[in-house]
């Protein structure tokens, strides 16, 4: 990443649940932020992982996601099973977008088939990278 857009992504770290709940090494990062690390990253979106506390962190264009370890991946099962050619539907501009509804009623996001196609790759690349790394750390 450019250290513009670095700066950017540093300036919207989410306070650390390993700090907050007092489980992090004294000295081991320099407040009570998450120090992230990326997984995986095209031009469109980016997923991150704190070391510590394990939160996964999708960014998507304007969207910012935030999922525990364990959401995370049910978050992935779940979208792997949408169809886009079954849940699309046309927009006023003509083009067709699927339509994915959060756990906030009045919020829906929408994605054309590329970035569809782009975000189900890179979390699934994301979960491979995470699995790794966990591996690496001894941890389930």
Not at 1 to 26: D, H, I, N, T, V
Not at 123 to 138: D, F, P, R, S
Request: hydrophobic content about 40%; overall charge neutral.
């Amino acid at each position: 990443m450019y250290s513009k857009e670095r700066e950017q992504f540093e300036y919207f770290k989410k306070p650390c649940l390993a700090m907050l709940g007092g489980m992090a090494k004294a000295g081991t990062i320099p407040s009570n932020m998450c120090n992230t690390r990326i997984l995986c990253q095209t031009a469109r979106t980016t997923v991150s992982q704190c070391t510590e506390c394990g939160m996964f962190f999708i960014w998507h264009h304007n969207i910012l996601l935030n999922f525990k370890q364990k959401e995370f991946y049910l978050f992935l099962t779940h979208i792997k099973k949408y169809v886009f050619q079954q849940r699309s539907i046309c927009f006023p501009d003509g083009e067709y977008r699927l339509l994915m509804h959060s756990a906030a009623e009045e919020i829906s996001m929408a994605f054309t088939e590329e970035e569809w196609e782009d975000i189900k790759e890179v979390l699934t690349e994301a979960a491979y990278l995470a699995n790794v790394y966990a591996i690496l750390k001894g941890t389930p």
